[in-house]
């Protein structure tokens, strides 16, 4: 038995995708306007996660020019069918103000490590799609619906619509199957299937501190929708545990028939409550109780910080990958970022920023830099390898350093296993 403390992947990993294939596990999560998209990960046990090639590597999948930022890549979904694998995406490419472009496409591949196909648009009606395989051989693309007009709830419910695998488009009308309930803000949706029920699960409360994850139930996939009593799970009740703003889920099982969540989580730090690491990635255990509801295996609503898993231990190959180049072949703008690099990994080792939540205490130069998030769509690989081979982050095992727009403060991502700085 492995014990694994969360959130498990550690520092913007937000939005949590988990499919199992035989006795493989992946998970995918939003890569927002980084480039290329989507972060992906293979695990054998649930608790040792390896870091696989992002599926959008060309620009013809993901075109982000102009995308504002914090758009993007939005909540993929990963699926398996048929010896196929499905990745379906929103890009969005603005939500100032109440309108929302918000673009849905699927790419395809047969080797999750090969080439992913060229994308497929669905549609724009909002975010957070998930597709959903039924025993039929028919298949379902669910999200959720923004609506942008005057005295209308923006999160106004959960829309299906068939997609053809033959015509590689949506047939048929949408049709909304889910309004919500009174917490608000009915998004993240998937369809899992069980002993003859449609079970709809979805995030609700918003990203902040009344996130949470609900189940519906239905006979019919079209519904009428019957709601469970009570959140799967959410810490808009316990301000107290270190991991809050938990919700936005995604459900497996094991070939031992348990079962598991994976779910975003942030931590709190300072009077502020300042989520400097982002949104990252966690995992607990639920089972199915007599009425067929699923409970935290721990009980209650409140997800666990440490979960056990009883699979056979994953051996992560270790990564040797290196790249030469000569530093002053670089573009300016990389030299000019280089150089406030060094001097934000200078502020690191000295530990200044270790618990940063105010970008008043860090120098103008780079505070400057980090407000203009054209670096963050523009930065190839090869600073990031440039910065380990310097060693400018050895202390931390190859950590970078970015900014969030939402909170406005430095946060330390990691790039593999490696741990965080507080």
């Known amino acids: 038995m492995t014990r694994a403390k969360n959130p498990v992947l550690r520092g913007f990993h937000p939005d949590p995708s988990i499919l199992r294939v035989g006795n493989d596990y992946y998970l995918a999560a939003s890569t927002f306007q980084w480039f290329p998209g989507v972060q992906l990960y293979h695990s054998t046990d649930l608790v040792n996660w390896e870091e696989m090639k992002h599926p959008l590597r060309r620009v013809s999948q993901l075109d982000m020019r102009g995308n504002p930022n914090s758009g993007g890549v939005w909540a993929p979904c990963l699926s398996y069918c048929d010896g196929t694998y499905y990745l379906i995406y929103t890009n969005v490419r603005n939500f100032h103000g109440i309108f929302k472009d918000t673009h849905n496409y699927l790419v395809t591949a047969n080797d999750i490590n090969g080439e992913w196909s060229e994308p497929i648009y669905l549609n724009s009606s909002g975010f957070d799609p998930s597709l959903f395989h039924d025993d039929d051989g028919k298949k379902y693309l669910v999200n959720m619906r923004w609506d942008h007009r005057m005295e209308k709830n923006d999160f106004s419910g959960i829309l299906i619509q068939e997609y053809s695998e033959k015509e590689k488009s949506l047939i048929g009308e949408p049709k909304l199957i889910f309004e919500g309930t009174e917490v608000g803000a009915t998004e993240a949706p998937h369809i899992y299937k069980r002993n003859g029920y449609y079970y709809l699960m979805v995030a609700e409360g918003g990203t902040m501190y009344n996130h949470g994850v609900l189940l519906a ?55 502020k409550k300042r989520c400097i690491l982002g949104r990252e990635t966690c ?135 490696a741990r965080t700085i507080i």
Request: hydrophobic fraction near 35%; charged fraction near 25%.
């Open 283 to 417: 995992i607990c255990e639920v089972f199915w109780n007599e009425n067929g509801w699923l409970r935290l295996k721990n009980g209650g609503t409140t997800p666990p910080l440490e979960y056990e898993s009883t699979l056979p231990v994953s051996i992560i190959k270790e990564n040797n990958e290196r790249e030469e180049f000569d530093f002053d072949t670089l573009p300016r703008t990389i030299k000019h970022f280089v150089f406030h690099l060094r001097n934000l990994a200078r502020l690191v080792k000295e530990r200044a920023i270790c618990a940063c939540t105010d970008t008043s205490q860090l120098p103008r130069g780079i505070i400057k830099l980090w407000s203009q998030d054209a670096c963050s769509r523009t930065m190839p690989r090869l600073l990031l390898k440039w910065s380990l081979h310097q060693g400018i982050f050895s202390k931390w095992q190859g950590s970078a350093c970015f900014t969030t727009h939402i909170t406005s403060s430095i946060s330390i991502c990691q790039a593999k296993m």
């Open 217 to 271: 139930r239905s006979k019919n996939i079209f519904g009428p929708y019957e709601i469970d009593t009570q959140p799967l799970l959410t810490t808009r009740d316990n301000k107290e545990i270190s991991i809050q703003r938990t919700g936005h889920a995604s459900l497996i099982d094991t070939p031992e028939g348990k079962w598991y969540v994976a779910y975003l989580g942030a931590r709190p730090v300072g009077e």
